[in-house]
């Protein structure tokens, strides 16, 4: 699709507003400790867990006639696994007529759990796996999450019916091992491969590891690009939806970037607050809470700043010539005061 059409298509999008991804982060509380965790989760977790209770009765304000064939809640965290509540989770939003998935590190994903699961309807499944062993377990600060990640992933790899893959993080220490963490997942059966780059936030803020430079950047593109161009397998292997990237968009991806953040998704936070995707600054730009407000009245008449994104044109927004391709790039993006993009993908891949 070129570019005048797909943003034709984006801004129908944009004008529809249709609900169509929720994500509840259902905890804070996780086993492991992250790197690059955009949360700062630890195992105590900085709030207590919303009661299922009070996410259903948010999510029983959308009407029956505006819930699209497809529409996915995303059970997020921290570790949604840490929840003991979490099968009684799944069969009460299939009761309601919604699909299920979630977002794990796998660490507590064995057989047992997996049957359980499937039984409560989960129907797709995040795994991540952030390089070989060593790399991995350095980047989850926890030896041995390595191998129960590997089974995870083949649990729900063998799995009919279950639309499930695997998210990466690059890095400056895993980066040089894709080709090894590409023969890995491929032997596992992995049907979709996502890889994406740290949004300097959270912990990844304060640890240069974590953010590529340019020529890293151009290395991670080419690598994607080789992949999906003569595939060796099944596997498909994509960039994530982070930001714009110039030459390389449909090289490494299967559609233009598009942030549908507030477009098409919304997140439902620990505390209660409506945002859009998790990893958006909460301060900044949550829309209400559920609390006090009816979460469907919020997005339906909300998210006017990820629908109108004419406020990023500042910085070195302001002048760039593909602004109108870019739109500020993903809304994660925008931490803090907001003056400028934290990170300039294209601009990046262009030096």
Not at 157 to 167: E, F, H, M, T
Request: glycine residues 10%.
């Amino acid at each position: 699709m070129n570019e005048s059409l797909f943003r034709l298509f984006r801004n129908n999008e944009t004008r529809v507003h249709e609900l169509n991804y929720l994500f509840w982060e259902c905890t804070t509380r996780c086993n492991l400790h992250c790197r690059h965790c955009g949360s700062d989760c630890t195992m105590g977790g900085g709030e207590k867990d919303m009661p299922m209770e009070d996410f259903l009765k948010a999510l029983d304000t959308i009407p029956e006639g505006h819930r699209p064939e497809g529409f996915t809640v995303v059970l997020t965290g921290g570790e949604p696994l840490l929840r003991p509540d979490i099968e009684d989770i799944g069969r009460e939003i299939r009761k309601r007529g919604f699909g299920w998935s979630m977002v794990s590190n796998g660490y507590f994903y064995d057989a047992s759990m997996h049957y359980r699961l499937m039984g409560a309807g989960m129907g797709a499944l995040t795994i991540s796996l952030d390089g070989l062993k060593e790399s991995h377990d350095w980047m989850r600060g926890h030896k041995g999450s390595y191998e129960r990640a590997i089974e995870a992933i083949r649990i729900a790899s063998a799995q009919k019916g279950l639309n499930s893959d695997v998210v990466t993080c690059v890095n400056k220490r895993n980066i040089s091992h894709l080709e090894d963490i590409h023969s890995t997942l491929q032997s596992l059966g992995v049907k979709q491969w996502r890889l994406f780059t740290i949004i300097p936030i959270g912990r990844a803020a304060s640890d240069p590891m974590m953010v590529l430079d340019a020529e890293e950047m151009t290395r991670l593109m080419r690598f994607i690009s080789e992949k999906r161009k003569n595939p060796s397998g099944k596997m498909v292997t994509t960039f994530s939806c982070e930001g714009y990237l110039g030459k390389w968009e449909e090289k490494v991806r299967d559609s233009r970037f598009f942030c549908h953040a507030g477009i098409n998704i919304a997140s439902i936070l620990i505390d209660g607050r409506i945002n859009a995707c998790p990893n958006i600054d909460r301060d900044a730009f949550s829309e209400g809470n559920i609390y006090q407000d009816n979460f469907y009245e919020i997005w339906t008449g909300g998210f006017r700043r990820f629908r109108d994104r004419n406020w990023a044109k500042k910085g070195s927004c302001a002048t760039c010539s593909q602004f109108r391709n870019c739109l500020g790039g993903g809304m994660h993006n925008w931490h803090g005061k907001c003056e400028e993009p934290l990170t300039c993908h294209y601009s990046l891949l262009s030096q």
